[in-house]
């Protein structure tokens, strides 16, 4: 571990270097390249600085308690020795969590896509639940989210609706909300006051750039159609709403959401490249699964990762069996208890996963 922390400090202090030089600042795309390097590299070099500075605080102080003849001075030495004797191990776990591989998607924008699962009208209307539960949660980070497509049902729920959500950080925030979340509750619907078990799905796929993943242009085919809302209310009189079929993989991508098609072109290929992109990870996941299977992950939509329980006031993730009784504030959009403890759990993981 400690070969591996001199040799990210020797890198960062040549990129340092190279990012003050003028003739590096003047190639803006490589500059902004080796910011990011640089940055990411920041939070492990001031960590390994202050384990060193620690241990030798801690030599220093042996040092003088085994030489020095004032008992006063020596029992300060062996206070700081003592103090840096503690901090040590902590300071070192620290750093091992901090040289865990970093997921290169973490700082990428998400597209969201909530479909009602098993439970008819139910199941549309906690999908709607969702959407206003992560749009809280989106508003409180100050990130922008943006509607891409949506199939309103009449009683206001959703069969499917699918955003963008752009800000920092937001996948490496979000991504843990893959899966099938399940709802236990009366529903609005039923008259006899019966506890109903709904099911809605959650998919976070990264936002791509074109250089991530090539499509080839003669392998789309798009419709055009006009958009339309529930009960075909706010109908377009333009064929402006837009739908891209990937053909060799059958995955279709729509958006109506924006006046222009070109727009809705536009977000109607983002989301493509994020459903191809997605289809790549996944093996790549799967890849690592086989050599260790993470008891987190990001979550796979057939996955059930969480229940809601109305009547109970609890929240469950199996994943991590942890539970939060707070449902109001929970579906007002403060996830970050859940979201941390995910995240906590999944780093745990991982380095288990490095040490074997």
């Known amino acids: 571990m400690f070969q591996k922390l001199d040799d990210v400090e020797k890198r960062y202090d040549e990129l340092t270097v190279q990012i003050s030089d003028p003739e590096v600042i ?35 102080a042996l040092e003088i308690m085994e030489t020095e003849k004032d008992k006063e001075m020596k029992d300060l030495a062996e ?8 901090k040590l191990p902590i300071l070192e776990e620290e750093l091992k969590f901090l040289l865990i591989p970093k997921d290169p998607d973490d700082d990428k924008n998400v597209i969201c896509e909530i479909r009602g699962g ?22 409180s980070k100050h990130w922008k989210l943006e509607i891409l497509n949506e199939n309103e049902t009449g009683l206001g729920g959703y069969k499917e609706i699918s955003f963008m ?3 920092k950080g937001v996948y490496s925030r979000l991504k843990f909300e893959s899966g099938v979340h399940r709802v236990q509750r009366v529903p609005d619907t039923e008259s006899s006051g019966r506890i109903h078990t709904s099911t809605s ?3 976070v796929l990264p936002v791509v750039e074109d250089v991530e993943i090539e499509i080839n242009p003669s392998d789309i085919k798009m419709d055009v159609y006009r958009a339309s809302g529930a009960g075909g209310q706010h109908v377009n009189k333009t064929s402006s709403a837009v739908r891209l079929t990937h053909i060799p993989t059958g995955i279709v991508a729509e958006c109506q959401t924006e ?22 990870k996944q093996k790549r996941d799967s890849e690592l699964a086989n050599e260790r299977k993470s008891q987190v992950g ?7 990762i969480r229940t809601y329980n109305y009547p109970q ?15 109001e504030d929970f579906l007002n959009g403060n996830l970050d208890e859940m979201i941390d403890s995910l995240i906590a759990a999944d780093r745990a993981e991982r380095l288990k996963g490095e040490e074997e």
């Open 118 to 139: 098993a439970g008819g009208e139910e199941a549309a209307l906690f999908a709607g639940t969702l959407f206003r539960m992560y749009t809280m949660y989106a508003e």
């Open 26 to 60: 003047a190639r803006t795309s490589e500059w902004q390249k080796l910011m990011k390097e640089h940055s990411d590299m920041t939070p492990i070099v001031e960590k390994y600085r202050e384990y060193k500075k620690t241990q030798t605080d801690y030599k220093e």
């Open 165 to 167: 959500v752009t800000g």
């Open 201 to 203: 799905t959650v998919a």
């Open 313 to 327: 006031g609890r929240i469950t993730d199996h994943r991590i069996g942890l539970s939060i009784y707070q449902m």
């Open 298 to 304: 990001s979550g796979d939509r057939s996955e059930k």
């Open 79 to 86: 206070m700081e020795m003592l103090e840096a004797k503690e």
């Open 259 to 280: 006046r222009s098609q070109l727009q809705n072109r536009e977000y109607a290929m983002r989301l493509l490249r994020s459903r191809l992109y997605e289809i790549e």
